[in-house]
């Protein structure tokens, strides 16, 4: 089981695209990339998450550690999710209410405007 | 009834995920249905083979799918202690196992129609997770 992780720069913003499943064994390697990207100065960053099929209580988990980090340099990170299925566990868990989360990346990074 | 068996390994979670959901679609389940499925069988399996590696064991994580009139109902079952340790910590902020653990309780109550964790004679725990049919 792969997990695609590809980063980009928009304007001031570091974009992980993710692709595949996020689950025990595939979440240390998103939660490897996020803390490298903060490392190296990256303090907003948007996780898209539209080309991921399958997302657990560890993907969550990652995702709350690098709000942490990021929030620590006074950083922002964002979600860009319109997949129900994905969506679902962010409502069942009440992480909707603690991750910003976009229809796009255009919008997560202000460039719908 | 089907079983499998699973060392306590994270590479083998997904392993089950693909088996039971692939159940799921031939009991004619949905799309919704199988994600749910997918989804809490995929906690429950995480939750144990994370247990044991905590408690330090080797021991094989099972999983029980037993087909009645209405339902489905799936048991995993491990030899760690994980379980324990949820409300330890609750705060989503700290990041630690326990508040990982609290959020798969929360996703397996909300998925399943009933979600029961008992202790296994000689350690350990048993998660029951009950899904309709209809």
């Known amino acids: 089981m792969e997990l695609g992780l590809d980063v980009r720069k928009v304007d001031s913003y570091s974009v992980v695209d993710v692709k595949g499943e996020i689950d025990v064994y595939t979440a240390p390697k998103l939660r490897e990339k996020l803390i490298e990207l903060v490392s190296e100065g990256s303090h907003d960053v948007v996780v898209n998450l539209e080309g991921v099929d399958f997302l657990d209580s560890t993907g969550l988990g990652v995702l709350v550690g690098a709000l942490k980090r990021v929030k620590a340099h006074d950083g922002s990170l964002s979600l860009v999710c319109t997949q129900d299925k994905i969506l679902k566990i962010f409502k069942i868990t009440g992480l909707t209410k603690v991750f910003p989360i976009h229809d796009s990346v255009d919008e997560a990074t202000g460039n719908d405007r | ?134």
């Open chain 2, 1 to 134: 009834m089907i079983e499998l068996e699973i060392p306590p390994r994270t590479a083998y979670v997904g392993v089950v995920r693909l088996a039971l959901a692939s159940l799921g679609r031939g009991l004619d389940l949905d799309d919704e249905a199988v994600d749910d499925l997918k989804i809490a069988v995929s906690e429950a399996c995480t939750n144990a083979v994370l247990s044991n590696e905590e408690a330090g064991g080797d021991h094989p994580v099972s999983i029980k799918w037993t087909q009645e009139a209405e339902r489905i109902v799936v048991e995993v079952a491990d030899r760690g202690t994980i379980y324990d340790r949820r409300g330890d910590d609750d705060s989503l902020s700290s990041g630690g196992i326990s508040a990982r653990v609290t959020m798969s309780v929360a996703m397996l109550s909300s998925l399943v129609d009933d979600f029961e964790i008992s202790p296994r004679h000689g350690g350990g725990s048993s998660a029951r997770l009950v899904f309709p049919l209809s």
